[in-house]
């Protein structure tokens, strides 16, 4: 299975698209990542594979079905996830009421959602512990795990995460890259923006530059690790 984005020019107008042209695929099994400096589009084009923006030119399809102008509620049927910029669990509901959240879509299976948090709380034994605790007790790493088990809980292939290490002090950002790197294990999809670049492209597998809006290069993981530097002093 794979997400391909081809030639999609896309903004919050059509007068000054941000993204201009771009093109990438993210493939099972494989970890992406985009890079880029502030401006460059990551973000948006993140929101435009999920349908939030509408691209004004260009095609985006996951394993071949086309998503192009599909509304961000339908991504989910289509097996898609996408893991918000910030902070996004309610404080107030317990880890459980969060991961229920997350099993919306399939609530009337009641079946599918018992199995969901069987595979849940066997994979983040941490979460079933403080299942009755509120979201906004667990610390800032246990709140990202808790965000990415909810994005799972319905089963999607590909994921969309979008700063997943931001607010996190460097400890806790190797714990979500390292289940990051589980989830690749596991033959997930997974596209990543980030601006830990050394983390993200510790862990990728493909990485794509993006520059003003478009395609600046791309390429294996390892050509980017001793030219790093190098290219991070150029967008500064």
């Known amino acids: ?21 771009v093109t990438l695929e993210a493939r099972t099994g494989l970890v992406t990542v985009i890079i880029g ?8 084009l993140l929101r435009t594979i999920y349908g939030y923006l509408r691209p004004s030119a260009g095609t985006i399809t996951h394993d071949g079905t086309p ?18 910029q910030g902070r996004s669990t309610f404080p107030a509901m317990t880890v459980e009421e969060n ?6 879509t399939i609530r009337k299976d009641k079946a599918r959602v018992r199995e969901a948090f069987e595979r849940i709380y066997g994979r983040y034994p941490q979460l079933k512990e403080r299942r009755r605790r509120p979201a906004g007790a667990l610390s800032g790493g246990e709140q990202r795990l808790l965000e990415v088990a909810r ?7 590909t994921l969309l995460l979008d700063e997943p290490s931001v607010g996190l002090m460097p400890k806790l950002v190797d714990e979500v890259y ?14 990543i923006v980030d601006q830990n670049v050394k983390q993200a ?34 967008w500064l």
């Not at 994005?151 to 292939?157: A, D, V």
């Not at 790197?181 to 999809?189: F, I, M, Q, S, W």
Request: no cysteine.
């Open 1 to 21: 299975m794979s997400l391909r984005v081809e030639g999609v020019t896309a903004g919050y107008s059509r007068e000054a698209p941000i993204l201009k042209g």
């Open 37 to 44: 400096p502030n401006g460059a589009g990551k973000s948006t």
């Open 151 to 157: 994005l799972t809980m319905t089963g999607p292939r």
């Open 67 to 84: 998503l192009t102008g599909l509304a961000p509620a339908r991504m989910l049927e289509h097996g898609i996830a996408y893991l918000l």
């Open 201 to 234: 492209i510790g862990i990728a597998d493909w990485v794509y530059v993006l520059n003003l809006g478009e395609n600046s290069r791309q390429g294996p993981a390892e050509q980017f690790h001793e030219r790093l530097d190098a290219i991070v002093r150029e």
């Open 178 to 191: 390292a289940e990051i790197a589980r989830l690749k294990e596991d033959r997930y999809t997974i596209l």
């Open 99 to 104: 991961l229920e959240l997350g099993a919306w």
